[in-house]
């Protein structure tokens, strides 16, 4: 099913990802970088993903909204990762929020570069509170489904 994705911010440019880029020191995987310049930001529907190999009581979750480009915002991307620093795993960039404050994460450096991960907030003093959601940006949106009744 296609994504759709609805309350974008206002449309951003190749030059306010590279200052982006350039704050946070590497460069956006391109499928993701992509997405930030056709929508910035947004809600998508339908947005229910998986979970998969883990040991958490829930097997699927959705996305409440994507992270944009908005200095000031409370999804704007640079100020969710400079809030979450030492607190996710430093090869990963939170993306997106499910409702429960929970943050999917694409690795932005090392050999997972480009993949999605969940970051379940509930399980922060632990181990592994990371988990594997798909092999790229495309791959999550490609993935996301309604809720089944």
């Known amino acids: 099913m296609p994504v759709t994705i609805l309350d974008a911010e206002d449309p951003i440019t190749y030059n306010d990802v590279a200052r982006l880029e350039e704050r946070l020191g590497f460069r956006l995987p391109e499928d993701y970088r992509a997405f930030l310049l056709q929508h ?14 883990t040991d958490l009581a829930t097997t699927e979750d959705t996305i409440a909204w994507f992270m944009c480009i908005k200095p000031g915002d409370v999804n704007d991307l640079l100020e969710t990762a400079s809030a979450l620093q030492g607190r996710i795993p430093n090869n990963l960039l939170p993306i997106a ?13 090392g050999p997972d570069k480009g993949r999605i991960y969940f970051w379940d907030h509930e399980l922060e003093s632990t181990v592994s509170n990371v988990y594997f959601l798909a092999d790229s ?13």
């Open 40 to 53: 910035n930001g947004g809600r998508p529907k339908p947005n229910v993903f998986s979970l998969t190999d």
């Open 97 to 109: 929020v499910d409702p429960f404050g929970n943050y999917i994460c694409i690795a932005v450096l």
């Open 137 to 149: 940006f495309d791959n999550l949106l490609h993935s996301l489904r309604e809720l089944e009744s």
